[in-house]
């Protein structure tokens, strides 16, 4: 292969293709939010399995890894309540570092994770206004902020946070609401961060 500019790889030793990291946080219903949410911090486990995380060690890439990041979004499960959903994304921001440097900052709803519903309701059940949601954007990748022509490099070996922080203050999630025979459990903070980028790693 031949290396872009810039890459500090010799020539057929780096396999470089698309590839995205996505870690999930959640929070049980009726609980307080935390002041700081840590995307990243932890890798896959027996607890914390390829279902919620797809990065092998917390905070860093193992040599000889490195990572483009070229988008960064997040993506809120829709069994998520409207009136949670909607307070959170009014109420935290994120910060995505690299080292001791901030590379990106903003809301959660200017960073859209290209994915997920964009509205839905329980329609006939006598509760649709309980279990209505809604998602932070459209689910189509073209709503993705996107900054491919100046993409954050993660080197291996050296430290990246993703973190979504309080702002306006914490709260406390409503109560769930109970499933039924038409509709899962409703409730709970379940948020999937991702950044999506272009990998390079050792030839296999």
């Not at 994770?113 to 964009?118: K, R, V």
């Not at 329980?122 to 932070?136: D, K, Q």
């Not at 709503?143 to 702002?167: E, K, Q």
Request: glycine share 10%; proline share 6%.
């Amino acid at each position: 292969m031949t290396p872009q500019p810039g890459n500090v790889f010799a020539s057929d030793v780096v396999d470089r293709g698309p590839w995205l990291f996505y870690d999930r946080n959640t929070q049980a219903a009726g609980a307080t939010t935390s002041n700081t949410y840590f995307f990243f911090n932890t890798g896959i486990t027996a607890t914390k399995t390829q279902s919620d995380t797809n990065l092998q060690k917390g905070n860093t890439l193992p040599p000889p890894e490195a990572f483009s990041v070229q988008s960064v979004g997040f993506i809120f499960a829709s069994t998520m309540l409207h009136a949670d959903l909607a307070q959170f994304i009014n109420n935290y921001f994120f910060n995505f570092n690299i080292g001791i440097k901030t590379f990106a900052t903003g809301l959660l709803h200017m960073f859209p994770g290209g994915a997920g519903i964009s509205a839905s309701f329980a329609a006939g059940t006598g509760i649709a206004s309980m279990l209505s949601a809604v998602n932070n954007g459209d689910p189509s990748l073209l709503v993705c902020r996107r900054f491919p022509d100046y993409p954050r490099i993660i080197p291996a070996n050296v430290n990246f946070f993703l973190n979504v922080i309080v702002g306006s203050g914490t709260f406390a999630l409503a109560a769930a609401v109970a499933s039924t025979v038409t509709s899962p459990a409703y409730g709970g903070l379940n948020l999937l961060a991702v950044l999506d980028g272009i990998l390079d790693r050792e030839v296999q």
